[in-house]
């Protein structure tokens, strides 16, 4: 079964920890996406990679970045955890000629 | 500015009838493809339904079809034979342009099944 995954379902951090979230595919996809999703905003793309090493800010960047060293690994970093980036996170992945995403099954991410 | 909009925050349907659920877009591009989402409490996407900015035919897959109103740049979902599992956020997304891949998403519809 192909598969993305999201390294933690649940996570507490508190104010001005660095926070890494990690996500793996196995489905060899060139594309990798991170959104997040509030109540009310539906799901907000943050960063989005076409490749290995390659990033693209998505609508909401800020306080955020992202590495991408390996095909299969896309990680989302919060240099400076703040509370109102207490969200879920949503990853996805896709093939470049595929049209629709696989997602993981989501972070829940609070800050306290 | 908002590209994707469901106006709908929450919508109610008796068990075996059809719902629509209403989505709209904004977009100058002549080549997008839209799509509707499913995400039950647990928390997963699941992929129901693609259209395609080209298609000539609306988009149909089991009890979903996709009312595709491209001059009115609408693009309905339609649940028929509702069912109570059928109870979920439900997400139109829109990609545009023919090369690229990431997706915008709208706020959503909570959409219950009353038994």
């Known amino acids: 079964d192909v598969k993305v995954t999201q390294s933690s379902r649940y996570l507490v951090k508190r104010t001005g920890e660095k926070v890494f979230l990690e996500c793996v595919q196995d489905m060899d996809h060139e594309n990798m996406f991170w959104y997040r999703q509030d109540p009310g905003l539906g799901l907000r793309l943050i960063y989005f990679s076409y490749d290995v090493k390659m990033k693209e800010k998505g609508d909401i960047p800020e306080g955020y970045s992202v590495s991408r060293e390996k095909k299969e690994r896309f990680s989302l970093i919060l240099e400076s955890a703040s509370t109102n980036q207490t969200s879920m996170y949503l990853c996805?992945?896709?093939?470049?000629?595929?049209?629709?995403?696989?997602f993981g099954s989501g972070t829940r991410l609070t800050v306290v | 500015a908002q590209k994707i909009t469901q106006t709908q925050p929450g919508m109610f349907v008796q068990e075996k009838e059809a719902v629509t659920l209403d989505c709209t877009y904004d977009t100058s591009d002549p080549s997008y493809g839209l799509f509707w989402y499913k995400q039950p409490s647990s928390g997963e996407m699941i992929f129901l339904i693609y259209q395609g900015s080209y298609d000539q035919q609306n988009a149909t897959e089991g009890r979903y079809s996709l009312n595709f109103q491209k001059a009115r740049k609408s693009a309905n979902l339609v649940i028929s034979a509702s069912q109570l599992g059928d109870s979920a956020m439900y997400f139109c997304a829109m990609r545009e342009g023919y090369n690229n891949n990431d997706m915008r998403f709208g706020a959503g519809t909570r959409l219950t099944v009353k038994p």
């Open positions: 996805a992945s896709s093939s470049r000629q595929g049209r629709g995403y696989t």
